[in-house]
């Protein structure tokens, strides 16, 4: 059985703390370990391996990620834009086996009872085995609006449903053959495309051309882009779940969060004797029920109850509880705007490092820069600005026109407008370096690799 993770996902409802290019399932939200790294082991002891389904832009997370736990995987499929879980999950079938069994799951939900868990995919695989599309079904705890639900009959599914208005959700609950859809499957990869096939023949067409067109190379699979534009943007439960007569739904009650919103996360994080999370960065007084999250300023409460405080170095959202759902609405805005809050932190991370921007005005910006060992930036010049770097910890191999050189710690270079450069990090720890840009325009693209 092969774990297919999708985490091609923005987590836009998290917004400020994910962001384009690192989204909910990379964040540590909950534990030191991302969504994504308990994804991956909590998956491993049943699957023989594991295929990454994700954003180009996302690809060296996962491999970070991956690597922080020492797990290895030799398949990626790369997108290099998303159009949603039907063409994502259709190109994964097309790329192993029609006889293998996929476990189909997001890479940022949170799953706290393993042993039920367990024995649920063990159930779903003997389904899945006898050739049919499984689902599966929570087992829901509360009438929640925010899920779509799936009326079942033991493992015969009857219909799924929409998102509810509350009074629909409160139904669903009463009546006890409701759950909530999940978004997990489990079938055989041949099953999957012939049942795709017959329910939505444009987007299965469509990904087997972008698959045959696609770039393969050492377990990367990479869909050109005008290929991917060209498949039909569709959920997997609009493209097939909903119009197959061969689907069946494991009830499972295990623990599950998809961590959608910040209530959800409220939910998970442990609190204080006054309900609010708990965070050496907050100081409470006359305060309850509030979910703080401050790494670096320290945010104190008065007579404040149930809102929820993100702060980040560059962003700070405020809202009430159960209007969460609403920050949609503001990474919309910003996007109108087109404000680099929506893609980034303040710190930005590279298949060679991260770089942090300490500050930053219209005609100078200070970096700090940290290149792994062994990794390299890619030849580059710019022609709007000059650039200084220091050396605060490890060695920098520094090329400058061609001519190459060593910095070590507390040492220098200057890097005129035109230069054609690059810098790697020969050593063995991390080379850490004070990037200083100065000219008529620092903006990221001015640059030429």
Same mark, same amino acid.
């Given at each position: 059985?092969?774990?297919?993770?999708?985490?091609?996902?923005?987590?836009?409802?998290?917004?400020?703390?994910?962001?384009?290019?690192?989204?909910?399932?990379?964040?540590?939200?909950?534990?030191?370990?991302?969504?994504?790294?308990? !994804?991956?082991l909590r998956n491993q002891e049943i699957c023989d391996?594991?295929?990454?389904?994700?954003?180009?832009?996302?690809?060296?997370?996962?491999?970070?990620?991956?690597?922080?736990?020492?797990?290895?995987?030799?398949?990626?499929?790369?997108?290099?834009?998303?159009?949603?879980?039907?063409?994502?999950?259709?190109?994964?079938?097309?790329?192993?086996?029609?006889? @293998?069994?996929?476990?189909?799951?997001?890479?940022?939900?949170?799953?706290?009872?393993?042993?039920?868990?367990?024995?649920?995919?063990?159930?779903?695989?003997?389904?899945?085995?006898?050739?049919?599309?499984?689902?599966?079904?929570?087992?829901?705890?509360?009438?929640?609006?925010?899920?779509?639900?799936? @009326?079942?009959? *033991?493992?015969?599914?009857?219909?799924?449903?929409?998102?509810?208005?509350?009074?629909?959700?409160?139904?669903?609950?009463?009546?006890?053959?409701?759950?909530? /859809?999940?978004?997990?499957?489990?079938?055989?990869?041949?099953?999957?495309?012939?049942?795709?096939?017959?329910?939505?023949?444009e987007i299965y067409d469509l990904s087997l051309e972008?698959?045959?067109?696609?770039?393969?190379?050492?377990?990367?699979?990479? %869909?050109?882009?005008?290929?991917?534009?060209?498949?039909?943007?569709?959920?997997?439960?609009?493209?097939?779940?909903?119009?197959? /007569?061969?689907?069946?739904?494991?009830?499972?009650?295990?623990?599950?969060?998809?961590?959608?919103?910040?209530?959800?996360?409220?939910?998970?994080?442990?609190?204080?004797?006054?309900?609010?999370?708990?965070?050496?960065?907050?100081?409470?007084?006359?305060?309850?029920?509030?979910?703080?999250?401050?790494? $670096?300023?320290?945010?104190? !409460?008065?007579?404040?109850?149930?809102?929820? %405080?993100?702060?980040?170095?560059?962003?700070?959202?405020? =809202?009430?509880?159960?209007?969460?759902?609403?920050?949609?609405?503001?990474?919309?805005?910003? #996007?109108?705007?087109?404000?680099?809050?929506?893609?980034?932190?303040?710190?930005?991370?590279?298949?060679? *490092?991260?770089?942090?921007?300490?500050?930053?005005?219209?005609?100078?910006?200070?970096?700090?820069? %940290? %290149? #792994?060992?062994?990794?390299?930036?890619?030849?580059?010049?710019?022609?709007?600005?000059?650039?200084?770097?220091?050396?605060?910890?490890?060695?920098?191999?520094?090329?400058?026109? *061609?001519? #190459?050189?060593?910095?070590?710690?507390?040492? =220098?270079?200057?890097?005129?407008?035109?230069?054609?450069?690059?810098?790697?990090?020969?050593?063995?720890?991390?080379?850490?370096?004070?990037?200083?840009?100065?000219?008529?325009?620092? #903006? $990221?693209?001015?640059?030429?690799?």
């Open positions: 059985m092969i774990n297919v993770v999708l985490c091609g996902g923005n987590g836009t409802r998290l917004w400020p703390l994910s962001r384009t290019l690192y989204p909910k399932q990379f964040n540590k939200l909950i534990s030191n370990q991302s969504l994504f790294q308990m !994804t991956a391996r594991i295929f990454i389904v994700s954003n180009e832009e996302q690809y060296f997370l996962a491999l970070d990620h991956l690597e922080e736990l020492n797990i290895t995987t030799d398949q990626f499929l790369l997108e290099p834009v998303g159009r949603n879980t039907a063409p994502a999950i259709a190109l994964a079938c097309l790329a192993v086996d029609e006889s @293998e069994l996929l476990l189909v799951t997001p890479s940022d939900h949170i799953v706290k009872d393993l042993a039920q868990y367990n024995a649920c995919i063990k159930d779903a695989k003997q389904l899945a085995e006898q050739d049919h599309l499984v689902t599966f079904g929570i087992t829901p705890s509360y009438p929640e609006t925010g899920f779509g639900y799936i @009326e079942s009959r *033991g493992f015969d599914v009857i219909s799924f449903k929409e998102k509810p208005d509350k009074k629909l959700a409160e139904y669903y609950l009463d009546q006890g053959n409701y759950f909530w /859809n999940s978004g997990m499957f489990l079938f055989k990869a041949g099953v999957f495309l012939r049942e795709l096939q017959l329910y939505a023949p972008a698959f045959g067109r696609s770039k393969k190379s050492e377990g990367i699979i990479r %869909i050109g882009r005008d290929d991917m534009l060209a498949i039909p943007s569709d959920s997997i439960d609009f493209a097939l779940m909903e119009k197959s /007569n061969n689907v069946k739904m494991i009830p499972s009650d295990i623990g599950w969060s998809d961590m959608g919103s910040f209530e959800a996360l409220y939910a998970e994080l442990p609190q204080d004797i006054n309900k609010n999370t708990e965070n050496e960065q907050h100081i409470a007084v006359d305060s309850t029920r509030n979910l703080i999250i401050s790494d $670096e300023r320290l945010i104190a !409460t008065i007579d404040i109850e149930d809102l929820i %405080i993100v702060d980040t170095p560059d962003a700070l959202l405020i =809202s009430k509880h159960g209007s969460a759902q609403k920050v949609k609405t503001v990474v919309e805005e910003l #996007k109108l705007r087109k404000s680099d809050l929506c893609d980034n932190h303040v710190t930005a991370y590279r298949p060679w *490092g991260n770089h942090t921007v300490l500050d930053s005005t219209e005609n100078y910006k200070i970096k700090k820069v %940290i %290149i #792994k060992p062994g990794r390299k930036l890619s030849t580059q010049r710019h022609y709007h600005r000059n650039e200084h770097w220091i050396v605060v910890r490890g060695t920098a191999l520094i090329s400058v026109n *061609g001519n #190459k050189s060593l910095l070590r710690t507390n040492e =220098s270079t200057f890097i005129r407008m035109g230069d054609e450069h690059s810098v790697e990090n020969p050593g063995k720890i991390d080379l850490c370096l004070i990037e200083v840009q100065a000219g008529d325009y620092v #903006k $990221e693209d001015d640059v030429i690799r």
